[in-house]
Every structure is written in structure tokens, then in C-alpha cells.
């Protein structure tokens, strides 16, 4: 008998994956896999790039290339393996979509959140529709690039667009249909076309409680914005994870060499896949460490009072009806754009672990940055504003490149300990470890950090909860697993090995 496998392609800001995860071992012939297997069968560099009227955007087809081959890879492996392939999940980061036109063709490639043309656009939407008012509903923190605020700079015109020269309003009036970026790939892979609700629900435009599109919010809009009074009807029918999308169509079973594969709806925000695979258990908070480190609780139901919108938590919406009480911290982005600039000037890649080394030598505490501040958010120079930072504290930080990673980090630690210190008071949970998964959670010195600033102990790993989110919840969908959260979280403790740090004094 062949083992059952599921592929999850796993986009994320700084590279696409597709990871074939292989459920049961070798010895466990009978009964409900305990553990599962990830083979990486692609991965592909991924970024904004900007287009040429320095638009930022994502370049999609390229990593449709990169997904059809990472296909193509898992198929071989499983072959060598012995694996029968069961399902394909999609996930992504969150909030950015693309537009297809009448003929269900892309109209342009996706901007980036991170694109200028929002600045200025949630507080222009506020004045009209308070800030309140759309927490008490989609229950979501502040920032200012959430799809909403997009949508509305689409259709403004003047300042707005004349940021990127672009005319983003025009992709508005050829839209049919909004796909945010998962459910894109999903559309290429079946010709079906969903609203995976986890990711939906970082839209702004999702009602936190009931999971459903807000017919308020949605009203209010087309009401402010004429020109998206269309736009309740370009949004797709919602899913939750586990149902089923469609088949492979027969094009892509013809470029993957797979067969009639299912595409199974998973929790399609990356975040909300690696909470779900992340080995929580009571009172525990998690940091999902990558690009951005989202650092919360995971929660029965949303929090919306007034002092959870004063601290901007957030209620994105997780597996199993559950909430993702968290804030978005800066995240690894400062760190990774730094080493880009030096890679850059060096012609060389820098050497991250080197470079870790050598800030974890650094003496600590120098001084604190507010990571969070929006001057961070654009690509570019990372280095120069960071020092520029610095030096507003009025420290005179010595110009090396570990002594300013050695603050990044120390910051960063900082924001979160601060994040899951709000969390536990607005929530009423009383925190007992941090969980630390993603890429960042190889990051020695950073788990260190953490711990010491939060006064708990971490325990960092997996590395690809994500990955693990993604193939977790097919396998259950097809009952190759069964059971609640608690039990996908068993298969993923006695598949992967945990770090565990303990709050001592780092220097
Ligand atoms: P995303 O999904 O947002 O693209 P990942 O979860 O893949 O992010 O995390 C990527 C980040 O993990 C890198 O940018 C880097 O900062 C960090 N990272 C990757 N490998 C290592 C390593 N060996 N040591 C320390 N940090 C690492
Ligand atoms: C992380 C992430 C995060 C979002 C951001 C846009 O990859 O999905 O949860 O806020 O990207």
C-alpha cells in the first residue's frame, strides 16, 4: 500500500516553497499516521520588484513557474517514495489580491502591500468611516495597507496614484473578480474560484463574528466610494478550510506529470496555518517568525473591546472557528532588507549565521528602535534609516554591521515581549511559554532575546509550521487524520524536534 502524501505549495514574502509532506513512517504500517515527513520539492526566490512606473508589485507568473516545477518534483518523489498524492494546498501572505478580467485573465500583476500609493488612505477613510466602527465588525488592528484601503486607493485619483504613477484605477473598472493571492493559484490550478475565509478575513472586509462578508462594511464603502459599489459582487463565495476546491485541470496534470489530484481548501494565510501547526498548548503564545513576526494568542472567539482597538490587537480568523488574537511586528524585514543592502555593496551574499555570531557578541540594550514605525515599512537603504534612527535616540551606536543588527534584534525581542504582555492582559490569559515558529525561529540569538525580554521560556520550532498547517489540514479534510486541533498538534510534536530556551541573562 502506498503512504498518502499531501503538497503544499507555501508562498511567503521571501521565497515560494512546495513541500510534499509524507504521512506515517516506514514502521507505522496500520493505523492514523502519527507523524508526517516534509520533503522540499521546490523553492523559488520571491520579493516586490518594482514595475516601470515603480509600481510595487508581485510578479505571480513567475512564481506559477516555480509552483508548476516544485508540482512536477513532488510527483517524482512520490513516485520514488511509494507515495500515493492525495490533495494540493495553497497558502500565501495575506491581504494582497489580484483582479481577473471578464475573460478570467489577470489584468495586471498584484501590488504589494508595501506599495506607497495607501499612505494617507486609511485616515482618509476613517474621517468617513471611523476606525471603531470597522473594528467593532472585522475586529482588525490598523495597518495601512489592509486590501480595503488598497481597493479605495485603486479608485482614488490624483495624489493616490500620482505616488506611483500608475494607473491602478483603471485595473479597478476591468475588474470581474477579486482572488486574493492563494485562491489566485487555486484558480490556475482548477478553473474554480473561492474565498478561502482565514485569509479573507484580513481583508477588512470580513465580519470577524459571524465569518462571513460584511454586508455592513461593505455597504458603507460603496456608499463613501461609488466607483466600489461594485465590489460586493467581484468578491467569490467563501470556503472554509477542508473543503474541497476542484481537480487538477488537465492542463496542469499535463505540466506536473500528477494525476486527477484534489486541491483541498487549507487555511490559505500562511499565519494562520502556522499557528495551527504550531505545537501551542494552554497558555501558551506564539511568534510566527518570517518576514513579518505576528505575535499573539490563539482565542475561542474575538476580542473587540475598546481597549483591545486603543492597543491595535487584531482578530484575524484561524482554523476550527478559532481567532488569531495577534499584532503585526516588523518582523525579520529590517534584518533581511539590511543584508540585502550589504549583499548588495559587497557583490557577495553576507553570511547571515556569521553575522549572527557576531551580533550575539555585541554587548546588548544599547538602545531600542521602534521597529514598528511605519519609515519601515518601504523597501531600500534599510541600513541608513535605521541608523538614522539611532541617532534621533541620540546614541552613538559604533558603525558596524553586528552592533546594528545587535539593536534590530534587541528591538524586535522588545516589541514582541511587549505584544504578548498586551495580548495576555486584553485577553485575560495568563502566558506560561512562547512558541516561536518560522524561519526566524533558527534564529539562536533572537529565541535568546525573546525569552529574556518576555521572561519565558521559548521553544522554537518547526521551522515550516506553515508547510506542516498546510498538509495537516488536507489530511485530516480526507480523513487520513482525524480529530481537533489538539490532535494535529500531537502529529506535529512527534514529527519535527523543539529548542527550548529558558529566560537567563544574555549579555
Ligand atoms: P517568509 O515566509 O515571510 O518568506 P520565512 O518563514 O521563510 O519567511 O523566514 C525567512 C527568514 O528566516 C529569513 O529572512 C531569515 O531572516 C530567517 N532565517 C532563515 N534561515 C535562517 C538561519 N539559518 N538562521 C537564522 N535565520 C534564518
Ligand atoms: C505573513 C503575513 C502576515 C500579514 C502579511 C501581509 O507572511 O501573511 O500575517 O499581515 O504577511
Same mark, same amino acid.
Given at each position: ?17 512546495? &513541500?510534499?509532506?509524507?504521512m506515517?513512517?516506514?514502521?507505522e504500517?496500520?493505523g492514523p499516521p502519527s507523524k508526517v515527513?516534509?520533503? =522540499? ?12 512606473? !515603480? ?7 513567475? %512564481?506559477?513557474?516555480?509552483? %508548476? ?56 477613510? @476613517?474621517?468617513?468611516? *471611523?476606525?471603531?466602527?470597522? @473594528? ?49 493559484? !487555486? ?7 473561492? +474565498? ?7 481583508? !477588512?472586509? #470580513? ?34 478550510? !477542508? ?6 485541470? *488537465? ?25 495551527a501547526a504550531t505545537p501551542l498548548r494552554?497558555?501558551?503564545? @506564539? ?9 499573539? %494568542?490563539? #482565542?475561542?472567539? *474575538? ?48 553570511? %547571515? ?5 557576531? +551580533? ?14 511605519? =519609515? ?5 537603504? &534599510? ?33 514582541? +515581549? ?25 534564529? =539562536? ?17 518547526p ?5 506542516l498547517g498546510?498538509?495537516l489540514?488536507?489530511a485530516r479534510?480526507?480523513?487520513?487524520v482525524s480529530g481537533d486541533l489538539a490532535a494535529l498538534r500531537d502529529v506535529v510534536r512527534s514529527s519535527v524536534?523543539l ?9
Open positions: 500500500v502506498r503512504r498518502p502524501g499531501f503538497v503544499a505549495v507555501d508562498l511567503g514574502a521571501t521565497s515560494g516553497r512546495v &513541500m510534499l509532506g509524507i506515517g513512517s516506514e514502521s504500517s496500520e515527513e516534509l520533503v =522540499e520539492c521546490g523553492r523559488f526566490a520571491n520579493g516586490p520588484r518594482a514595475d516601470d512606473d !515603480g509600481a510595487l508589485r508581485w510578479d505571480v507568473r513567475a %512564481l506559477w513557474g516555480g509552483i %508548476l516545477d516544485g508540482l512536477r518534483s513532488a510527483g517524482r518523489v512520490a513516485s520514488e517514495r511509494g507515495v500515493e498524492i492525495r490533495g494540493v494546498g495553497v497558502d500565501s501572505w495575506a491581504i494582497d489580491h489580484a483582479f481577473l478580467d471578464a475573460s478570467g485573465d489577470l489584468v495586471a500583476d498584484p501590488f504589494c502591500y508595501r506599495d506607497p500609493r495607501t499612505d494617507g488612505v486609511a485616515d482618509e477613510v @476613517y474621517r468617513r468611516i *471611523p476606525f471603531a466602527d470597522h @473594528y467593532a465588525v472585522n475586529g482588525l488592528q490598523h495597518l495601512p495597507f489592509t486590501t480595503e484601503f488598497q481597493l479605495v486607493a485603486g479608485v482614488s485619483t490624483g495624489s493616490t496614484t500620482e505616488k506611483t504613477g500608475s494607473a491602478s484605477g483603471g485595473e479597478w473598472a476591468r475588474a470581474e473578480q477579486l482572488l486574493l493571492i492563494p485562491d489566485l493559484i !487555486g484558480y490556475w490550478l482548477t478553473g474554480r474560484r473561492v +474565498a478561502e475565509v482565514t485569509n479573507a478575513s484580513t481583508t !477588512g472586509l #470580513l465580519d470577524a463574528r459571524t465569518r462571513t462578508w460584511s454586508a455592513e462594511l461593505l455597504g458603507r464603502l460603496a456608499a463613501e466610494y461609488p466607483e466600489l459599489a461594485g465590489l460586493r459582487d467581484r468578491l467569490p463565495e467563501l470556503v472554509e478550510p !477542508g473543503a474541497a476546491v476542484g481537480h487538477l485541470l *488537465p492542463e496542469v496534470q499535463e505540466a506536473t506529470g500528477l494525476g486527477d489530484v484534489p486541491v483541498l481548501a487549507i487555511a490559505s494565510h500562511d499565519t494562520a496555518s502556522a499557528v494552554d497558555g501558551a503564545a @506564539y511568534i510566527s517568525s518570517g518576514t513579518w513576526s505576528l505575535v499573539g %494568542l490563539e #482565542l475561542p472567539a *474575538p476580542v473587540l473591546t475598546k481597549a483591545s482597538r486603543a492597543a491595535n490587537f487584531t482578530n484575524e480568523l484561524g482554523l476550527d472557528g478559532t481567532v488569531r488574537y495577534l499584532r503585526n511586528v516588523m518582523g525579520l524585514w529590517v534584518l533581511d532588507e539590511c543584508v540585502r543592502a550589504w549583499s548588495a555593496d559587497d557583490g557577495a551574499p553576507v553570511d %547571515l549565521p556569521g553575522l549572527l555570531d557576531a +551580533a550575539a557578541a555585541e554587548p546588548g540594550g544599547r538602545c531600542l528602535v521602534d521597529v514598528d514605525g511605519d =519609515e519601515f515599512l518601504a523597501p531600500g537603504d &534599510m541600513p541608513r534609516r535605521v541608523s538614522d534612527a539611532v541617532a534621533r535616540l541620540g546614541v552613538d551606536l559604533p558603525g558596524t554591521r553586528p552592533a546594528l543588527v545587535r539593536v534590530i534584534l534587541d528591538s524586535l525581542a522588545a516589541s514582541s +515581549a511587549r505584544a504578548i504582555s498586551d495580548a495576555s492582559s486584553l485577553a485575560g490569559v495568563v502566558v506560561s511559554a512562547v512558541h516561536v515558529v518560522g524561519g526566524g525561529s533558527q534564529n =539562536e540569538l533572537l529565541c535568546r532575546l525573546t525569552s529574556k525580554a518576555a521572561g519565558l521560556p521559548v521553544i522554537a520550532g521551522v515550516e509550521a506553515t508547510a498546510n498538509v489540514v488536507q479534510a480526507v480523513g487520513v524536534a529548542r527550548r530556551y529558558d529566560p537567563e541573562p544574555v549579555r
